[in-house]
């Protein structure tokens, strides 16, 4: 087994969802290569689209159609003007035509070049696509496509992150690799073996350079949701709270940019009350920023994307360890601990359900603030399975299919008991722990694989169904 590095867990993206936003628009964009390696855009007379399974039933909400046709048109994510998508789609759909790969137009039906196959799945994953390319001379080019989590895409043959792996000097594949390396170094922090293997990919000052991008990506975001009113699109009428929160708790003190902002929240009252409700805002904040298309950090997944920022900005905000070296270590050890649950597990919902997103985000999260704590190698993967522990079973059951009811508060609540995962763990001795993090790892799988489908990112069980949409 090969290693992945920390920033393929820990990575920008685009809301609302990494599975069936990113994954979709990382499928396009890997289709229109391969029309390139094939022939040449400008042959193209029709290009096809079909979504299956949960991409089909949870598509609308998630904007899994949107993310197809934008990557179909050429666009990236990671630089897309987030302001424009909506103009960009009601162009498509107006005009009935596609720009694609930005350089050639060609007809482009909503319904008839885009389906969402609601009835039918793919074998080899739930979250199936199929594109299609029709030449002007006859001739096709198809392709099958997965979306297995985070963003990763895979065909029956390739997987898009194995492109990315490769064998590091000290292998951590599962929490002994990581206690075996340390002892066989004689190295008393995870984040110092992190930073070795991550030297296989990128220097030490670059792994410093990312991960302190990460962290200012991680303030912009918050900064913005803490600055937006209004609704959240897609029909629920869910309000933005984390505005009025961040109103409530700041009183009258202005700020003009987010460093403003941040420094004001520093100098905030530090009661109990107020520290839970600040992390809970700084979730909010990213989530809401998630579920309206913004650009925020996928760590692991779009749908959990608000728990290592609120921890981590509860650590720089709320503790003693708010140096630039704290920062760079979270991060190092919360991705470490994510790419333990990748190989062994999953961070997919549409596999495991919400305990393999939200959970593994408060593993990580919960496993960062402890390495910075202070804690020692044994109590930080303590902690990863603490908060894990009190997340098996967690199931995914969007209502509407959108990632708003319960997501956007399911990532207060993962922040919250990461926080508590690190404060236990910090205050236990791990070697007479009953429950290894290898062993929850396992047991979320077990449970993935036994739970039932409707409540692994269908909308076909529990809060999805229970709730009349159409009063809300």
């Excluded at 960009?88 to 008839?112: D, R």
């Excluded at 895409?153 to 992150?161: F, G, M, R, V």
């Excluded at 390396?181 to 991550?198: R, V």
């Excluded at 593994?360 to 908060?387: F, K, N, R």
Aim: proline share 3%; glycine share 8%; charged share 20%.
């Amino acid at each position: 087994m090969e290693s992945i590095s920390v920033f393929e867990i820990i990575k920008v993206g685009i809301g609302p969802s990494s599975s069936h936003t990113m994954g979709p628009w990382n499928a396009a964009s890997s289709f229109l290569n391969l029309i390139k390696r094939e022939r040449q855009i400008s042959e193209v007379k029709e290009v096809f689209l079909e979504f299956f399974g949960s991409l089909a039933k949870t598509g609308i909400g998630h904007g899994t159609d949107i993310a197809g046709m934008l990557g179909l048109s050429g666009e990236n994510f990671k630089t897309i003007d987030t302001t424009t998508i909506d103009e960009k789609i009601e162009k498509i759909k107006s005009s009935n035509e596609l720009h694609l790969a930005g350089e050639k137009l060609i007809p482009f039906v909503y319904g008839k070049n885009l389906i969402l196959n609601m009835k039918e799945s793919l074998d080899f994953h739930p979250n199936g696509m199929i594109f299609k390319a029709v030449f002007e001379n006859g001739e096709e080019v198809v392709q099958d496509y997965y979306s297995v989590g985070g963003g990763f895409i895979a065909t029956q043959n390739e997987n898009s992150l194995e492109k990315h792996c490769i064998r590091t000097l000290y292998p951590c594949h599962n929490g002994k690799d990581v206690l075996r390396n340390l002892e066989k170094l004689g190295l008393n922090k995870i984040s110092d073996l992190i930073f070795l293997n991550e030297e296989s990919w990128r220097t030490k000052e670059e792994t410093e350079a990312e991960a302190l991008y990460i962290w200012q990506q991680i303030k912009e975001c918050i900064y913005k949701g803490v600055n937006k009113e209004g609704i959240l699109p897609g029909g629920l009428n869910v309000s933005r709270r984390a505005a009025g929160l961040n109103r409530k708790l700041l009183g009258e003190k202005i700020y003009k940019n987010v460093d403003e902002w941040f420094q004001l929240v520093v100098e905030a009252e530090e009661t109990f009350t107020n520290i839970n409700k600040w992390v809970s805002c700084f979730a909010l904040a990213v989530n809401e920023e998630n579920a309206s298309f913004g650009r925020i950090i996928t760590a692991p997944t779009n749908g959990a994307s608000g728990v290592i920022p609120a921890v981590l900005m509860y650590s720089q905000a709320f503790t003693e360890h708010r140096n630039n070296d704290d920062i760079i270590r979270f991060l190092l050890v919360a991705g470490e601990i994510g790419t333990l649950f990748k190989k062994n597990a999953t961070i997919s919902a549409a596999m495991g359900g919400c305990q393999a997103e939200v959970g593994v985000s408060s593993a990580m999260a919960a496993a960062g603030l402890t390495e910075i704590m202070g804690g020692t190698p044994g109590q930080v993967l303590m902690a990863a399975e603490i908060a894990m522990e009190h997340h098996l079973g967690l199931t995914c059951d969007p209502i509407a299919g959108l990632v708003q009811i319960p997501c956007i508060e399911r990532n207060s609540m993962g922040a919250i008991k990461a926080i508590t995962a690190a404060n236990i763990a910090i205050e236990s001795d791990p070697t007479k722990a009953r429950v290894s993090l290898d062993e929850v790892i396992q047991s979320m799988w077990e449970t993935a694989l036994s739970m039932n489908d409707r409540f692994k990112e269908t909308s076909e069980g529990g809060l999805a169904i229970a709730v009349n949409v159409a009063e809300c």
